[in-house]
């Protein structure tokens, strides 16, 4: 054998421990980092109480026979709570009526049947509902006798002659009411002042201070049978037991 041969067969072998030095050392390398990745996410991960109070891990402590027990408990909990918001919801009716669902534009044979008997269905509530706001309504002549409305059975000139001479009546009161009313000397010995000067306070910002009105407000919640319900509620109130004024039983606002 030649010098020639052994000395290419030494560089060979030593390439050779080269690169397999420095490929194990690469394998170390990436080893110790997923070392240290595994232990810094292990130092970050939560606590075993933790993570049962997250109902992601279950108690060892309890006996099987307990833990299934509590959680068919829970889930009956679960059930009658949705069966309870599941009753509480509103009709289709209702949700129509209040322009939450709309009529569906399908097509379909089924669909536009079911949508011809909810439209039947509606003009009939409404229909019983409209007969019943009119029978509850005021007849003409308590209309006539709040000022509502005018007499029909009178000769208009006989209507404009009463209503200049209410209107006279009116003004002859209002001026005797002003030349007899108290000077600024009598006020104050009875306590009454009158301050000349005006005060002006600053207010929050709208930055600082929300002026809308809260999203839960019960206003928002009124299905039109309860605006009905409260409007006639205040209606009566105001025509039977509302204490006025007789003079001002005209001024009354009754709301239609």
Do not use: W
């Amino acid at each position: 054998m030649s010098s020639q041969s052994i000395s290419q067969q030494s560089k060979d072998s030593s390439n050779e421990s080269i690169t397999s030095t420095s490929s194990s050392g690469s394998q170390k390398g990436s080893f110790s980092r997923i070392v240290s990745d595994l232990g810094k996410k292990l130092s970050r991960r939560q606590e075993k109480d933790t993570l049962v109070g997250k109902n992601i891990l279950k108690e060892d402590a309890v006996s099987p026979t307990i833990m299934q027990a509590k959680l068919a408990l829970e889930k009956e909990k679960q059930q009658d709570a949705l069966n309870r918001k599941l009753g509480m919801r509103p009709s289709k009716v209702d949700l129509k009526l209040r322009n939450i669902l709309k009529p569906s534009d399908s097509n379909d044979s089924l669909n536009q049947s079911n949508a011809n008997l909810e439209s039947s269905l509606n003009f009939e509530q409404k229909q019983t509902k409209l007969k019943s706001i009119l029978k509850r309504r005021s007849t003409r002549a308590e209309l006539e006798v709040v000022g509502i409305m005018k007499a029909t059975n009178v000769s208009p000139s006989i209507i404009e002659t009463q209503r200049r001479l209410s209107r006279s009546i009116i003004e002859d009161t209002l001026e005797n009411k002003l030349r007899n009313r108290p000077d600024v000397s009598e006020l104050e010995s009875q306590g009454i002042y009158f301050c000349e000067t005006v005060e002006v306070h600053t207010t929050f910002r709208k930055s600082e201070y929300n002026r809308k009105p809260d999203g839960d407000v019960t206003f928002k919640h009124l299905t039109p049978q309860l605006k009905v319900q409260i409007r006639n509620e205040l209606n009566t109130y105001k025509k039977n037991e509302m204490e006025i004024h007789q003079d001002a039983a005209g001024n009354t606002c009754y709301h239609y």
